[in-house]
């Protein structure tokens, strides 16, 4: 199993500012005939279901606002808000969908400072 | 607009069957993608449960062995999930979701592009 290792386990940012949360991989996501890392970023409020953010590590979901971004390639990876909106508080989810099983990385909970 | 919800009890007695369905709408299951079941437990992350394929293509995750069966209702346009021998530690929300679906070393993985709001089953007796 490739196990996802998140940190840090939570974040305060104060609004306005930049939250960065790095997600890295036991193994490597990237395949090499295609060059696409296997990495996807999920944002989870509470009482509600994950909803997609980032897929290929680096594509915004459809409706997705452009301050969310994703970066790295291999085994780093890192999910970046440019400046954090009050409606961001969340648990934040990488996924590898390179191999069988899935797995997510342990959350990571960012808050308002 | 794809939607999906869970149905199934709430609360199954230990050493039970555990049966969840997924009513998808807006979407018909055998126009493609695969449909997966994912479960969070209290407080806790996410766990990948299993995928299915209209056609009958199945992916399990290996943790829960020959517990978890999924099969799929076209003509319903539903995906259950059944998970037998259930324990405390099986008490989560369940969530149903499409996987957007992609091949790779002779198998096929996924994100998951829309889910459901998840339904608590609480394992006790």
């Known amino acids: 199993d490739i196990v996802m290792t998140q940190s840090p386990d939570s974040l305060a940012v104060s609004l306005g500012e930049r939250a960065t949360i790095n997600c890295k991989s036991g193994?490597?996501?990237?395949?090499?005939?295609?060059?696409?890392?296997?990495l996807a970023w999920y944002q989870q409020k509470p009482g509600q279901p994950p909803k997609l953010l980032i897929y290929?590590?680096?594509t915004r979901e459809s409706g997705v606002p452009d301050r969310f971004s994703g970066s790295g390639s291999g085994t780093d990876f890192t999910l970046t808000i440019s400046s954090l909106q009050a409606e961001d508080v969340a648990v934040y989810y990488c996924?590898?969908?390179?191999?069988?099983?899935?797995?997510f990385g342990q959350g990571t909970r960012l808050e308002i400072k | 607009q794809v939607q999906l919800q869970e149905s199934g009890p709430g609360l199954v007695k230990p050493s039970e069957t555990l049966s969840l369905t997924c009513t998808v709408s807006?979407?018909?299951?055998?126009?493609?993608?695969?449909w997966g079941w994912i479960r969070q437990p209290p407080g806790k992350g996410l766990e990948w449960i299993g995928s299915?394929?209209?056609?009958?293509?199945?992916y399990n995750n290996p943790s829960l062995k020959s517990r978890v069966t999924i099969s799929v209702d076209t003509s319903k346009n539903q995906f259950s999930l059944k998970l037998s021998s259930v324990t405390a530690a099986d008490t989560a929300v369940y969530y149903c979701?499409?996987?957007?679906?992609?091949?790779?070393?002779?198998?096929?993985?996924?994100?998951?592009?829309?889910w459901g709001q998840g339904t608590l089953v609480t394992v006790s007796s």
């Open positions: 979701a499409r996987g957007d679906s992609f091949a790779i070393f002779g198998v096929v993985t996924y994100y998951f592009d829309y």
């Open positions: 807006g979407y018909s299951i055998s126009s493609g993608y695969y």
């Open positions: 299915i394929y209209h056609g009958g293509n199945i």
């Open positions: 193994q490597s996501v990237l395949y090499s005939s295609n060059n696409k890392n296997y």
């Open positions: 290929w590590a680096s």
């Open positions: 996924q590898q969908y390179y191999s069988i099983p899935l797995t």
